[in-house]
């Protein structure tokens, strides 16, 4: 069972990297869906190990906090408006925790094998970045926010490459052969490359803040790893760091940037707030505060923002379309999603769960059996205070990919050691407790098979035979209910295009649109 849940692992982070669709109609959802699917399949194996394996597991304050915020999530998608979309954001949240206990559980002796996995899906995602600023194009790239590769956004790639940044340098400096460190090496520099080329604020934020809050905490620890090659190895990725990034800097690239210094405006409105996109994310994160003062024990549903949000944005909020919906279906920060979807409560449950993390990393190092083990508890740190920043400016926790790449390094370090409060369970509760996840992981595989059914169906399909048998795969799609209906109505066979409109103002009631095609259909 160890081996099979690190086998799901290892596949799952860096399959969760490479694929997606080419249908371009669905310009998000052909990254994220197939992305979910390869997270919920793992957390579907690592449940059934866990249901089988259950007598050896521990329980400890983290794992009470993080099963808190499932538990709340789950009575917040009880009484969300569209329980679809409220199923598909709490089969990611689910899905984490349970490749976090499955990681957690085998740490000890699997750990450097899922950071290895971890580390290498870090390289490629930088890898499909580059490939795409210096001119490969393929249709399983998207034209919208370059260079981003296999995750259609840049923002999306640079926030894997922060997150996976300090899981990538401990697999350099404790290699255990000199063509893994040299290895190591170069993926550090093609990341730089990536994260210096994706222009994000909020990753360059993340990794500038990984980089001061580690720096005590690794000089603190030298003496345990101070006799050994660890400290050249440092010193050989800082060098390689230094190098990647300039060489993006100086290499010539495909990328139309409108600035005459893109970079250098990107650097120096990293913390404005009072102009362009950091004006734009403050007025939003107002309105979604207004929305989470409205529902504030169980928000408006796991998923459901931009069902709601557009009752409480004013006219002209830039985050809004001509249509009067959401341009994305999130908002711009994990945090304030979390509020705004699920409360407040759950909301400080994770962030808890994630400081207790941080401090016991940075706590008893000589209880731990090797260097490597040391220096991995400020992987640990260093993950965290990456995330939390990522979250505080974008979306990472809510979406498959980074979402499964942060719970599998969390998971890896910090099983290497419990708290000391950590309590056996009794096998009956935990196996209640495993059943009801291997369940709701079974549940989410299913829905994101039939998600992408359905965009099979649309982008193979006939004109209108694909989006109707689109509409069968996935009924809770809000976007292929109202192009069906749409597609009837126009043919004046409002008898059929009425029940598709009716259904599309059921997923999202408050959009104009739907309840305008459902009106000219009565």
Known sequence: MDRTIRFAIQIAVIAAVVI???????????????????????????????????????FDLVDGLIALFLLWSVASAIFASNHWLAQRSLAISISGAVVFWGARSIAPISYRSILAACATATVCT???????????DTEYFSANRVPGGTFGNRNFVAHIAAIGLPT???????????????LGSLGTALIAGALVLSRSRGAWLAVAASAAVLLIPLIASRRYWGGSHIGGRFARLLLATAIGGMIALALPNSL????????????????????GSGRGRVAQYKNSLRMAASNPVFGVGPGNWP??????????????????MTANPWPSSDWVAFVSERGLIPTIA??????MLFFSSLRRWSELESPDAVLAQCVL??????????????????????????????????GLRRGAKAVEVSSRTLGFAA?????????????????MMAMTSVGRGGYTAGWVEGAMWDPGSYRINYRVAELYSRRGRCSIARGYAKQAVSLFPNSPQAKRMARNCD
């Open 126 to 136: 930088a890898a499909f970045c580059l490939a795409q600023a210096y001119g490969l």
């Open 381 to 414: 740190a260093g993950t965290i205070v990456a995330t939390i920043v990522v979250s505080a400016f974008d979306v990472v926790l809510i979406l498959g990919a980074p979402s499964l790449l942060v719970w599998s390094i969390l998971g890896a370090t910090s």
């Open 435 to 451: 059943g009801a996840l291997l369940v709701a992981s079974l549940i989410a595989v299913v829905r994101s098979a039939t998600q």
């Open 307 to 324: 069902v709601e949000y557009v009752r409480y944005a004013p006219a002209g909020d830039p985050s809004l379309t001509d249509e009067k």
């Open 168 to 182: 990538l340098a401990w697999c350099t400096v404790t290699a255990r052969k000199q063509v893994g460190a040299l």
């Open 350 to 355: 994770l962030l808890s769960a994630f400081v």
């Open 20 to 58: 997606a669709l080419p249908y371009k109609l669905f310009e998000l959802d052909r990254y994220f869906v197939p992305k979910e699917l390869v997270l919920n399949a793992a957390a579907l194996i690592v449940a059934t190990a866990l249901v089988v394996k259950r007598r050896s597991l521990q």
């Open 256 to 275: 139309n940037w409108n600035s005459e210094s893109p970079y250098l405006d990107s650097a120096r409105g990293m913390i404005d707030y009072k102009k």
